[in-house]
């Protein structure tokens, strides 16, 4: 067992938002688990095919960290992205529509599960190598630094990707040329089987960074909350100049790895655990205490919700297939 | 009984592991999770730890201490999950494993054995679905095989352990659930091998591309050779066959230019000219990164009709 | 006035520099030490350390970062110091680079300028001659060029930069003292050319095996062709002079088996066989790590003997 | 300027070795110097070809840290191993042999200067990849480990390979496999023209290191006597079964980084500087102010060490050619 948070309580106490704020922060916790829950779904009925990874579990980082962003940031993720294109603006319609494989999809229906892409977003994907975006990070935060535009560059990673190369070196050219990032490190304790004590001889996520002299973060990934505040002062760091900055958000996912994982590497147990600190009932839970929310407005975001995902789902389902001829469009600019 | 392709990898796996014991599997996931592919299922339960060692993300350094063990006395096997990720660890496999022992005069030897899977037809797009056995089969000092049979499922990876020069061992996901015997419990690394007998054309080929080959030859009688081995070639058995059939199309599930089939082209064009009644043709991956949606893979990949089509243009 | 190779680089990076503002070097050693083989020397003085920026030894992230620069608008040239190294920086170049405009939909594109300086004939030893670019030619999504002229050496930069897609420029330290004009200011890097016109036999080539061509031309009144793009290939000349001469070697300073040439010989075969009157033939590297010793080094790499003998035997 | 060091006195104060101990170190400091000195030379008579990186002002990291390996040990170097391959118990003969390219070389000529190999030595090389050596320890180090051996793998490397992915992973690698490796960093402050103020957002290396879990030990890597007593204690831990280690050797190289460098990148005061902390005539000096050395034991040391390299010289010139019907050997064994 994982032996951080083993004990740590669920998080509560109150939400210090205006009540528009933390519905929104629901909502899209929300809209994640039930897009990716629908996903499962549509895997198992063979329309969405490929590597599917969820991220059911982790919602609070994505809703929390994505609305410290301004529209001219940057966005990078990983192939575990679906929450973050979605909290990032990209619709519901385009998203189920690349995992269908359809041309009204986000890549037009070329990239799949792993790689969404919004060029209007910002969102620059999407990327199965693992600390494959780390690098492309450094470079967008280059030309922003070089353009002069205030522009924040949010890279999203595992902590699988922390033993790579291209985590060091992609580390060290960020501090060393001051670079507008911010680091958001989505600590989930396992990458596939290989859990960070058996992969990493100092799982003190923010210790590595440190070494870099890079100003660190941790907090509570499951709490969105804490998740928001932390990454509003890293963001406004960023975006004062100050260099980058590194955010470990301790997270867990409930599901399996993708949906070939046997899961032999953990045990139910533990996963119970993690469950009770479910982003979204413990949420929910918070804003119930303080009168924020019924029971019954919560049903009707969820109905709200489920419809939109619905309504992705049909867009998907009415979607087009590109014809075979374009197979070798966008290789190469015209 | 029959067994699965992926099942014949286990047992090769499982042999080599009671055939010697300075053998052991390295990779990401190859032992709590239960391998990747479930290949070495098991293993870590029978063997431990020590033997059967996950390793973090880190290609290069653990393809690099893959090397570094072969040549301190141990016989690794390690396992990198896919050949898309082996880019990262190119520089310790060409600069370290493939030149050492020239390099050094000949006093060092690296015999480690590296296993990848490879090849597209799964939907897992672009950066899943990387063929690169042309990149490997480039360099000096390598040897690079490609299993796709049972036998060679099985075989290979005993055959690379008694080879000591560096092995790099191509798997392919398309096969795992090939079924058939274990026919011959020990293949050489050496040799190309004629897998159809035929009239009409030499269709060459290797890996997941060759049943589709078999199938395609049914049409055409076609004479179908599996290389086996991508280096050093064994190109007598392609000169045979073209001697006989005076025609060749090669099927490689690599991007066109630069693929094996070039390279076999070329070999032939050298050694087998005048034996030609026609053009030599191949069927290759289109030049596209693999896109995700299930016709567009389709498309991109050499098809039983492609294979068709152009031996039936080269019939004329 | 003639200038140097290396100067024509130099020119070609300045010409940059002062046409667009976006334009910047990236790279290990570029600015304050002169660039490794002095091709940016001057440039940290007159660009500033923003321009021309020293890179620590990361050549996957620095790369990666040129690439992601382009990504976010601006014109990086990235250098990185030979093209051994660039195998550390491979997964960025294809991953990222050669894919994002086909996997993202069209909606991105990496405009990135990569340099890298290649080959052997300088005794550098097994590590440091390499010659890869066989395996860059392989990848759709990249443009991969070699300079082997003034001209090219001057212009090809400027002609990436205009280029929206990524491009890999090969240079060649072999070249460096190799004086003549800049002819043409601006060229395109579309085309291959004829280099010396020729009857008897065909030869095609690339790079600093260019010069060791047209010098055995003259023996064997060769026609002579500079690829000058190595992806996508311009073939039209070739076929053209095939027409001609009916018979055709290639000259490539890669390893024989996977090399350049083996993909020219294909696609001669493939489109041009029944104008051969000869098979095809190809002077390579020997297929060995390059050891250092002058005799064992040339006696490694294509020589002009080597493509001269090799002529004589296809004239029969 | 480097920051380190500018101001440090050099090395002093009495050596705590008895006569014989010293005199050897002192001893394997001169033939590198003079091996190199002379390698120079040859450089400019066009006998010695290729890439050359002299190590000239850094002898004391070898001459100290090498003695304290044992014959079973394994020793990984980079590009500028001459000192490493010497003190290591290669002869001058067949290091020399090499730089010529003669078939009697230590590679049989193949190597040249950047790729010197004893298998008897347990020398492993010379590699011209800059952290190239780092996973190839790192197995060596596994190896030993597997086999139960108490074998200590010894890696060199420069500063400038800090910042590669390669050492990040390999660093990792052997911290949580717990391998017997001493990692010997060899900071002579420049990679190439690159000062690690320009390459590093860390500076302090030992901090990088230790980020890992390792223990770590810096040392001035100018006196013999501080690197000695070091790497003595870094390898019995080593030995001792206590995981890896990691030594920072602060250094300087006086010369060039390789025959091919204009040195545009450091002022000439920095060097002459640094040499007035040169390590051989500040431990001479030691040595004759506790009377352990007179300066005619010196010049008699030296005539010595001068006679070798001169032999070195000879025997290179006298050695072979490899025939060129040879060229394919080794490339696959047969
Ligand atoms: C370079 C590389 N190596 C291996 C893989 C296979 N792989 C895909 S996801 C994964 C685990 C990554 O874990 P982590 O970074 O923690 O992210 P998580 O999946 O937990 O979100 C692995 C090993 C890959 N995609 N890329
Ligand atoms: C991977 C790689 N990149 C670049 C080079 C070119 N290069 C050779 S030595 C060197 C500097 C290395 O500096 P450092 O590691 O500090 O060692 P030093 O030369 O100072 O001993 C560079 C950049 C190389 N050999 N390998
Ligand atoms: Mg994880
Ligand atoms: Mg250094």
Not at chain 1, 8 to 25: D, F, M, N, T
Not at chain 1, 162 to 177: C, K, P, R, T, Y
Not at chain 2, 148 to 161: E, F, K, N
Not at chain 2, 300 to 315: D, F, G, M, S, W
């Amino acid at each position: 067992m994982s032996a951080r948070f083993e004990i740590a309580p669920p998080p509560s106490g109150p939400v210090p938002y205006p009540r528009e704020l933390s519905i929104k922060l629901l909502t899209d916790m929300l809209r994640i688990r039930r897009l990716e829950e629908k996903c499962a779904e549509l895997y198992g009925a063979g329309k969405i095919r490929g590597f599917l990874h969820l991220y059911i579990g982790e919602e609070a980082v994505a809703a929390g960290s994505l609305p410290a962003l301004a529209p001219e940031d940057n966005v990078v993720a990983t192939y575990r992205e679906h929450g973050h294109a979605l909290l990032r603006g990209v619709s519901m319609n385009a998203i189920m529509a690349e995992m269908f494989g359809k041309r009204e999809g986000c890549s037009r229906g070329r990239g799949g599960s792993m790689h969404l892409f919004d060029a209007a977003a910002r969102f620059f994907g999407g990327n199965a190598i693992v600390g494959g975006g780390l690098p492309l990070a450094v470079g967008l935060a280059l030309a922003s630094q070089m353009q002069k535009r205030k522009r924040v560059t949010a890279c999203y990673f595992g902590e699988g990707a922390v033993a790579e190369g291209a985590f060091h070196e992609s580390m060290n050219l960020a501090q060393l040329w001051h670079l507008p990032v911010a680091w958001f490190l989505e600590n989930n304790h396992y990458a596939m089987g290989t859990s960070v004590e058996r992969s990493e001889s100092q799982t003190d996520f923010c210790i590595k960074a440190a070494a870099f002299g890079m100003p660190t973060l941790k907090v509570d990934g499951m709490d969105v909350v804490a998740v928001h505040e932390v990454a509003k002062r890293a963001c406004a760091q960023v975006r004062a100049g100050e260099g980058p900055v590194f955010v470990e958000f301790n997270t867990y996912r409930f599901r399996a790895h993708s949906m070939f994982d046997a899961e032999l590497y953990r045990d139910k147990a533990e996963v119970e655990l993690w469950k009770t600190r479910g982003p979204i009932h413990t949420f929910s839970a918070r804003l119930k205490d303080q009168g924020d929310l019924t029971e019954e407005q919560f049903l009707e975001i969820d109905r709200a919700v489920m419809a939109e995902v619905q309504r992705a789902v049909d867009f998907a389902e009415a979607g087009a297939w590109e014809p075979v001829e374009h197979l070798l469009k966008d290789v190469y600019a015209p | 009984m029959t067994i699965t392709y992926r099942e014949a990898l286990r047992q090769g796996l499982y042999d080599a592991f009671e055939k010697d014991e300075r053998v052991f599997l390295m990779g990401e996931d190859v032992g709590k999770y239960g391998g990747t592919y479930a290949v070495s299922k098991g293993m870590l339960e029978r063997y431990g730890p020590e033997r059967v060692r996950d390793a973090p993300l880190s290609e290069l350094a653990f393809v690099g201490a893959g090397i570094g063990a072969a040549i301190g006395g141990m016989r690794p096997i390690v396992e990198v999950m896919t050949v898309n990720f082996s880019m990262l660890a190119l520089d310790q496999i060409v600069n370290t494993a493939a030149m050492l022992r020239h390099m050094s005069g000949g006093q060092f030897e690296a015999p480690v054995v590296i296993r990848m899977s490879t090849g597209a037809g799964r939907q897992l797009a672009a950066q899943h679905s990387n063929t690169l056995e042309a990149w490997y089969a480039h360099v000096p000092g390598l040897k690079v095989v490609a299993a796709a049979t049972i036998d060679d499922a099985h075989g290979m990876v005993l055959a690379a352990l008694d080879d000591p020069n560096p092995v790099v061992i191509f798997e392919y996901p398309a096969l795992f659930e090939l079924r058939g015997d274990v026919v011959h419990p020990s293949v050489d690394i050496a040799t190309a091998k004629v897998m159809r007998p035929g009239n009409k054309v030499t269709l060459v080929t290797y890996g997941a591309c060759l049943h589709k080959t078999l199938e395609a030859a049914e049409a055409v009688d076609g004479e179908v050779i599996d290389l086996r081995v991508l280096r050093p070639l064994d190109m007598a058995p392609v000169f045979e066959s073209v001697r006989k059939t005076r025609r060749a199309i090669i099927v490689d599930e690599g991007w066109r230019s630069g693929s094996i089939a070039a390279e076999i082209m070329a070999r032939i064009v050298e050694g087998a000219f005048y034996e030609l009644d026609a053009p030599l043709a191949r069927v290759c991956r289109e030049e596209v990164p693999i896109p995700y949606p299930k016709h567009l893979e389709e498309a991109a990949l050499p098809q039983v009709e492609k294979i068709v089509a152009a031996a039936k243009e080269l019939l004329g």
